[in-house]
């Protein structure tokens, strides 16, 4: 039994050594060049979703329907950069469609912008309080 257990231990560990996760360094399932571009461009989306979310809360009208709701709008922009994932592609997309229906410097609020912005600013409350 003593014998055995050299001889039987001395190929498993050389097997192991020589193993396929041993030489798995040298070798990547996705080029790093492109896994570098994409965390690139996911990064530069968020950057420009929280863009848009800062836009639509500097407008005053977004200012004048939060003031009248009771908002406060220092912490509601500052929570703007804690944002992540689809709470923050949602918010994004609110954001955007505030932007772009209050875009030429419209005087006149519609209801339907008075209703996005409203949106927009109850969706960052709740993503802000979970």
Known sequence: MR?????????????????????????????????SQTLIEQVAQQDADRA???????RPEVRDVAVGSGIDMDRLTASIDTLSGSSLSRA????QQV??????GASTV???STTI???????ILIVVAT
């Open 3 to 35: 014998l055995f257990r050299p001889l039987l231990i001395a190929p498993l560990v050389f097997m192991l050594a020589l193993s396929s996760s041993a030489f798995a360094q040298g070798r990547h399932a996705v080029n790093p060049s492109v896994l």
């Open 52 to 58: 848009a979310i800062h836009e639509a809360l500097t």
């Open 92 to 95: 994004a997309a609110a954001a």
């Open 99 to 104: 932007n772009q229906s209050l875009v030429g």
């Open 110 to 112: 519609v209801i339907s």
């Open 117 to 123: 912005i409203i949106a927009l600013l109850i969706i």
